[in-house]
């Protein structure tokens, strides 16, 4: 499954893969992801970043505007996990990225 977010509003769902390497929120027309003046936004407001290992990171980029993950606020960088709540302002998204369990090896008994 590849990572996504999810922007739910009045019972409707958008979901937009995380396909790129970079994506940047606001509300100016240069942005990759131009989000409408009514969510409260900065012009450029945060941006999601690909890491390696098929994992995203949200990089705040307003120093105006707040950026949340899981209801704590987001000052520098922070790795995304399956599930992580992200609120920007008016705008709340979920980030979706179910990666495979590394497998790892285990003995029984005595070493």
């Given at each position: 499954m590849a990572a996504k977010l999810k922007l739910t509003k009045d019972d409707q769902t958008l979901e937009m893969p995380l396909q790129?390497?970079?994506?940047?929120?606001?509300?100016?027309?240069?942005?990759?992801?131009?989000?409408?003046s009514r969510f409260k936004l900065e012009d450029r407001h945060f941006a999601i970043e690909?890491?390696?290992?098929?994992?995203?990171?949200?990089?705040?980029?307003?120093?105006?505007?707040?950026?949340?993950?899981?209801?704590?606020?987001?000052?520098t960088p922070r790795l995304l996990e399956h599930g992580d709540i992200i609120k920007?302002?008016?705008?709340v998204l979920e980030y979706h990225n179910a990666r495979p369990k590394e497998r790892g090896s285990f003995r029984l008994g005595p070493a």
């Open positions: 790129e390497v970079s994506y940047t929120f606001g509300t100016a027309p240069g942005n990759s992801v131009p989000v409408p690909t890491v390696p290992g098929q994992r995203h990171q949200l990089v705040p980029v307003s120093r105006k505007g707040t950026t949340e993950v899981n209801g704590l606020p987001v000052k920007a302002e008016g705008m």
